[in-house]
């Protein structure tokens, strides 16, 4: 969990450190990694509503009863794991303007997003959704588990994207390009992406793609 991935997009060396929201092992690694890399630009999974809910401890502006279970559910979290949810964020702004690196908030406001996924959803897949969350409301407040679900984080994506397949594009697929294409118009030839570590994979993918010279898919 949080190794970083070193690659080219065009003109830009990036470097990708995939995080646990909640885990002690994720703020190490993102302060170890902006150390190393040295980077041009830090570029963080946050809009601006969301960074300044996490920097105030506050809750998000977005509201209904799907980001309120949400919300429960990283709450209990990371009351297991003595980590609250977006520390690791907020020790790589802290630690970017330690070093006087310049900080990008690459992420879609999540009011937008999370419109977006309720329009998108059938009501298959929002009874689904409440049921997986209310579930992983328990099992976020066992540690065993926790660690289990974070080790198993690619085959659980895996399935997430077949049971729930709107839900997944607009939450993960979506969001990967509006990051990608925010990263890509950034001036920096070296930059630190910090972001989930369910975004790694198609974020590095298509930076990649545009190295081969791909075009970015808008995402309107």
Do not use: C
Not at 3 to 11: C, D, G, P, T, V
Not at 85 to 102: D, Q, W
Not at 173 to 187: F, G, K
Not at 193 to 218: D, S
């Amino acid at each position: 969990m949080a190794l970083a991935e070193r690659f080219f997009s065009r003109n830009k060396e990036i470097a990708i450190v995939g995080t646990g929201h909640v885990l002690h092992s994720s703020i190490s690694a993102v302060r170890r990694e902006i150390q190393s890399f040295k980077p041009e630009l830090v570029a963080i999974e946050l809009d601006m509503g969301r960074f300044i809910a996490i920097s105030r401890r506050a809750k998000p502006r977005a509201k209904g009863v799907f980001v309120n279970l949400l919300s429960s559910l990283q709450q209990r979290a990371a009351r297991t794991t003595g980590v609250r949810a977006g520390s690791e964020m907020l020790a790589a702004v802290r630690e970017a303007r330690k070093h006087n690196i310049p900080v990008a908030l690459i992420d879609q406001d999540i009011r937008i997003t999370l419109r977006r996924a309720l329009h998108g959803m059938t009501l298959r897949e929002k009874a689904k959704l409440g049921w997986n969350l209310l579930f992983g409301a328990f099992e976020a407040g066992n540690k065993e588990k926790l660690d289990s679900i974070i080790s198993q984080k690619d085959e659980l994506m895996a399935k997430f994207k077949q049971e729930l397949p709107n839900l997944y594009a607009t939450l993960v697929t979506e969001r990967d390009e509006y990051m990608a294409r925010a990263v890509a118009q950034q001036p920096f030839q070296r930059i630190l992406i910090v972001v989930g570590a369910a975004h790694v994979t198609g974020l590095r993918k298509r930076l990649e793609y545009r190295n081969k010279g791909g075009r970015l898919r808008n995402i309107t």
